[in-house]
């Protein structure tokens, strides 16, 4: 299993980025999906998932309403679109590979992840 994210970079309050994840070594169409995020001096926590068929997207309240979950399974491509960035998305972003049938919203609970794309909200 791999996973490349990229995207990241140094942008200013309220505005927006999107992050892509290329997947590769496992069958990409049949796994839930997920982002997760580690900021400076704190825990990962999880952001959001999405069913291997691309439907029913679920959010952590910190970013529901401004982020968005999508995928291109032909393309092996998992996205995450930011808008009205703020300081406190700073953190380093992650891909993951969820279950054939369910996602996990605890961060440990992932076997494979990438390297991960840093994103630096400045005020």
């Known amino acids: 299993v791999q996973l490349v994210e990229s995207g990241g970079g140094l942008v200013q309050a309220g505005a927006s980025l999107r992050l892509s994840c290329a997947a590769s070594g496992f069958d990409f169409s049949a796994y839930y999906m997920a982002w997760v995020r580690q900021a400076p001096g704190k825990g990962p926590g999880w952001l959001s998932a999405l069913k291997p068929g691309g439907g029913s997207p679920s959010y952590s309240d910190p970013v529901k309403g401004r982020f968005t979950i999508s995928r291109d399974n032909a393309k092996k491509t998992l996205y995450l679109q930011m808008n009205s960035l703020k300081p406190e998305d700073t953190a380093l972003y992650y891909c993951?590979?969820?279950?054939?049938?369910?996602?996990?919203?605890?961060?440990?609970?992932?076997?494979?992840r990438g390297q991960g794309t840093q994103v630096t909200v400045s005020s």
């Open positions: 993951a590979q969820g279950g054939g049938l369910y996602y996990y919203t605890d961060p440990d609970d992932y076997d494979y």
